[in-house]
């Protein structure tokens, strides 16, 4: 079993920089890959990033690639994402969630089996 809470969501100006945090609660943080979703009001939720369970092969969609970073610590038991050049776009509710380890790159939500219950993240000035 694996718990997940989120923190760090916030209001912040366009341009402007998050870092957004998870921590686990698991026996084994390293048995599992890790990855970040969002989902805006009237939207379906949706793949941000992903890491591996060694944290060596971090993986983005399109929009996030260059403006955000997943990185993780297998020590203590945390996942977070740093999102720069923010824009009002990215407004969302982002969750964290983890699936055993594969080594494969799973995108859709459906390959989750832990979810956090999510921070808001509002982009506005």
């Known amino acids: 079993q694996v718990q997940l809470v989120e923190s760090g969501g916030g209001l912040v100006q366009p341009g402007g920089s998050l870092r957004l945090s998870c921590a686990a609660s698991v026996r084994t943080f390293s048995d599992y890959d890790l990855a970040w979703f969002r989902q805006a009001p009237g939207k379906e939720r949706e793949f941000v990033a992903r890491?591996?369970?060694?944290?060596?092969?971090?993986y983005y969609v399109d929009f996030a690639r260059g403006r955000f970073t997943i990185s993780r610590d297998n020590i203590k038991n945390m996942l977070w994402l740093q999102m720069n050049s923010l824009r009002p776009e990215d407004t969302a509710v982002y969750y964290c969630?983890?699936?055993?380890?594969?080594?494969?790159?799973?995108?859709?939500?459906?390959?989750?089996?832990?979810w956090g219950q999510g921070t808001q993240v509002t982009v506005s000035s």
């Open positions: 890491i591996n369970w060694s944290g060596s092969y971090p």
């Open positions: 969630a983890a699936r055993p380890s594969s080594g494969v790159v799973v995108v859709d939500t459906a390959g989750y089996d832990y």
